[in-house]
T-cell receptor, first 112, second 111 residues
């Protein structure tokens, strides 16, 4: 089974609202990453948070990591229609930092 | 830099046919990987490589072969295609524990 589980599977909000997506994982990690995918395109990296970090910011993105609960969240503030996409978390295992295992993703729709 | 280049972008096969999906990167990354993406399943890791001459299995390796003879190239081979292999395939590369750089995908249909 996949390492990461994301919820919600789908999220629909109005422009200007905040969007929060959650990711849970099963085993110890070296880092956790978030990616974005526009329809029909490849994935693009958004942010990486290491296992010894609790929070990270990048522009309108805020990522938190709780290793005791094995969970992470991605917050997009003041969303825009252009944020409409699928968002995936990916985990790099502690013992094997080579491979990244992805969750099933959250599809975000931001209505203008 | 072109980044990660996948070919072909689209392919239709008949059951039992073989083919190779090509992947090349020009960033001198040691790590390369192949994923497949199916509706509602997210991305699942097929095979990965941490350097030339080294490959390992991911989550769903059955039905696929890989090799890594150079740092730049990481082809994915389907020896006998099955309808269950209809999917979108993504190649990705990275350096160390950093971010993955993805190709634009190859859409494969097996009839």
């Amino acid at each position: 089974s996949q390492q990461g589980e994301e919820d919600p599977q789908a999220l629909s909000i109005q422009e200007g609202e905040n969007a929060t997506m959650n990711c849970s994982y099963k085993t110890s990690i070296n880092n956790l990453q978030w990616y974005r995918q526009n329809s029909g395109r490849g994935l693009v990296h958004l942010i990486l948070i290491r296992s010894n970090e609790r929070e990270k910011h990048s522009g309108r993105l805020r990522v938190t990591l709780d290793t005791s609960k094995k969970s992470s969240s991605l917050l997009i503030t003041a969303s825009r229609a252009a944020d409409t996409a699928s968002y995936f978390c990916a985990t790099a295992f502690s013992g094997n930092t080579g491979k990244l295992i992805f969750g099933q993703g959250t599809t975000l729709q931001v209505k203008p | 830099n072109a980044g990660v280049t996948q070919t072909p972008k689209f392919q239709v096969l008949k059951t039992g046919q073989s083919m190779t999906l090509q992947c090349a990167q020009d960033m001198n990354h040691e790590y390369m990987s192949w994923y497949r993406q199916d509706p509602g399943m997210g991305l699942r890791l097929i095979h990965y490589s941490v350097g030339a001459g080294i490959t390992d299995q991911g989550e769903v390796p059955n039905g696929y072969n890989v090799s890594r003879s150079t740092t730049e190239d990481f082809p994915l081979r389907l020896l006998s295609a099955a309808p269950s292999q209809t999917s979108v395939y993504f190649c990705a590369s990275k350096e160390g524990v950093g971010e993955l750089f993805f190709g634009e995908g190859s859409r494969l249909t097996v009839l």
